[in-house]
């Protein structure tokens, strides 16, 4: 039959078959039965080289042509008793043409292959019952599975048979006894109320909701742990209440507490077999037995404790005060000392950690108490009284004159008792004031211009230059000082001091650490002054030392000035010779009587006078 011949929409065409494999050969081709001749027959041997056949495998079959195989007819009458309306039968194959000659082996072989081929398939076909049987089986045990697992799948109940369900990898049964109960916790455990057995501050609110319970808990007075904590330093105490310290219950915060008992679990269930619901029903049903009483607590105002806190601080904490003159009394020349004070410090922060931390665990009777930091003062009483005394001295005599005797009086009463902080200064025309009748002064001898001349308050630059001597030799710092027009007679060169209101002035400074006192006074025509204050040190002194360095030598010839106010042909000498010098003044310090050092303190100019007389 050939290809045009064949019903290509019967299966039966498609019968099954060992897998051809192909392979290119060159050899003789048979009659492929559509007309093609086979080499050999009618073609020559040299054609049958140059064009390669195909062979399948090594079966000859291969070779045969369609029109040559047997058809399956009880394969063919099934298919086509199945066919579609309309379909053609199948046609009958031609008859066979006659084989080419081929080795009688090789065609017992493929008649050998294709009867096995047909017994496979007559063998498969002779066991339906055992496929039957086979889907049988794994239906009924499909159905079975189906009805056991209905209730955890469909939700649906089996009345007379039991009801299971995998859970957890676990197959379990359905027990209506058991899923009551659970139903029964179940309702219990999810009702919105604090469970039975819970109390706040010795209040039962269990069967309560949050809210019922901030009612039934809102007036029972203070929590049962309000504090009251005391703060402890040296022999002052400090309270801390509810009645100094703003506080609140944490009524909500215990509460929620309350009300989260038995709806939390543990990690205690990890790898057991308990399950979370499990563990917190215990947990509810042991509160009904065992109880839970939880206690509120005061919540307090922070920002109060810190208040009271810094309060407590600023009134402990105190720098440390070295004892200081107190007072001294001129008459006796003895000083007064107040006693140093120990200073005191608190750490602050260490007392409001301690404090806080008392509060917050709401405790009683607590005491709370920090170490203080005593500093001790640098300067005693004891130190005071040994080392104050009278650092320096200096003593000049006067004249007999009596006006200039009682100027000087009231200067050195004008200047005794003045005391000198440190860094203050002092100024002799302030401390004495303008030199007037007034106050007691007299007119005495003076100096202005170079002549000697009679002024209210002459003389009382014997006090400047007395105070001068002594308030060098006390270490004090001068600020303000200048010479007479010639050197005095009642100190050396170079050491006096000359005042005149108001724009001539003595003036010093403390320039210590501690106060100095200034003593002046008069008496049997001798004029003193003293120093009071801190010692200079341990045998320590200071004296002065003054040296011309030059000399200047008034000019020989007099020089007369003709003054119409004096009587005709009278005369006056105003101005007497004197001679000039520059001198330099030294600080010299000694210990024990020995120099140890020498500092410049000034230079002094005096000038030299011609003799002068006036006339008419």
Not at 406 to 427: K, R, V, Y
Request: proline share 5%; charged share 20%; aromatic share 10%.
């Amino acid at each position: 039959m050939s290809w045009e011949e064949l019903d290509i929409n019967n299966p039966d065409v498609y019968a099954p078959r060992a897998y051809p494999r192909v392979q290119r050969a060159v050899r003789a081709m048979e009659g492929d039965g559509e007309g093609r001749p086979a080499v050999g027959a009618g073609k020559s041997a040299a054609w049958a080289e140059e064009e390669p056949g195909f062979v399948f495998d090594q079966d000859p079959a291969w070779g045969e042509s369609l029109s040559t195989l047997e058809i399956d007819r009880a394969a063919q009458a099934a298919g086509t008793g199945g066919g579609r309306a309309g379909q053609q039968a199948p046609r009958q194959p031609r008859a066979p043409k006659p084989e080419a000659a081929q080795p009688a082996e090789s065609k017992a072989k493929a008649r050998g292959n294709r009867s096995a081929e047909r017994a496979g398939r007559k063998g498969r076909k002779d066991h339906p019952y055992l496929y039957v049987s086979i889907i049988t089986v794994c239906t009924l045990l499909m159905a079975v599975v189906i009805v056991m697992m209905m209730p955890q799948v469909g939700g649906y109940f089996w009345s007379d048979l039991g009801n299971y369900a995998f859970i957890n990898g676990e197959l379990l049964r359905y027990d209506p006894e058991v899923v009551a109960t659970y139903k029964q916790y179940r309702d219990y455990m999810q009702q919105d109320q604090i469970y039975p057995g819970v109390f706040v501050d010795g209040t039962h609110v269990g069967g309560m909701t949050l809210a019922e319970a901030q009612a039934a808990l809102a007036n029972t007075g203070e929590p049962a742990s309000m504090f009251s904590v005391t703060v402890s330093i040296g022999n002052q105490t400090w309270p801390f209440n509810s009645g100094n310290v703003p506080a609140t219950r944490d009524l909500s915060n215990v509460l929620d507490r309350a009300y989260a008992i038995g709806r939390t679990n543990t990690t205690a269930i990890l790898g057991t077999r308990q399950t979370p619901f499990r563990e917190r029903v215990a947990t509810a049903l042991d509160l009904r037995e065992s109880g839970v009483n939880l206690t509120t607590r005061a919540a307090y105002d922070h920002e109060a404790v810190r208040s009271r806190v810094n309060e407590i601080v600023a009134y402990v904490n105190r720098p440390a005060t070295n004892a200081q003159i107190q007072s001294f009394d001129f008459a006796t020349r003895t000083f007064a000392f107040t006693d140093g004070q120990v200073g005191v410090t608190v750490n602050e922060e260490e007392l409001y950690d301690k404090l806080t931390a008392s509060l917050d665990n709401a405790e009683q009777g607590t005491v709370v108490t920090v170490q203080p930091v005593l500093t001790q003062p640098t300067v005693t009483k004891t130190q005071l009284q040994s080392s104050f005394k009278m650092t320096a001295a200096f003593t000049t005599d006067t004249t007999s004159d009596k006006n200039r005797n009682n100027n000087i009086d009231l200067a050195c009463q004008a200047i005794n008792g003045t005391a000198l902080m440190p860094g203050e200064s002092f100024s002799f025309n302030k401390a004495t004031g303008q030199r007037t009748t007034e106050k007691g002064y007299r007119e005495a001898g003076a100096i202005a211009a170079g002549q000697s001349i009679e002024e209210v308050g002459g003389g009382i630059c014997q006090v400047s230059s007395t105070l001068f001597n002594a308030v060098a030799r006390a270490n004090l710092e001068i600020t303000s000082r200048s010479p007479h027009a010639w050197p005095s007679t009642y100190v050396n060169k170079g050491e006096d001091a000359t005042v005149n209101w108001p724009n001539l002035d003595f003036q010093f400074k403390n320039n210590l650490s501690a106060p100095v006192f200034i003593i002046t006074y008069y008496k049997d025509r001798k004029v003193s002054a003293e120093v009071w204050g801190l010692s200079l040190g341990d045998g320590v002194t200071i004296d002065l030392k003054s040296n011309v360095v030059k000399t200047m030598e008034p000019s020989s010839e007099v020089n007369y000035v003709n003054n119409q106010n004096l009587p005709y042909g009278t005369s006056k000498e105003t101005i007497k010779a004197r001679t000039g010098y520059v001198v330099e003044t030294y600080k010299v310090w000694y210990q024990n009587g020995k120099e140890f050092k020498r500092e410049k303190l000034h230079t002094s100019t005096y000038r030299a006078y011609q003799r002068t007389v006036e006339y008419n």
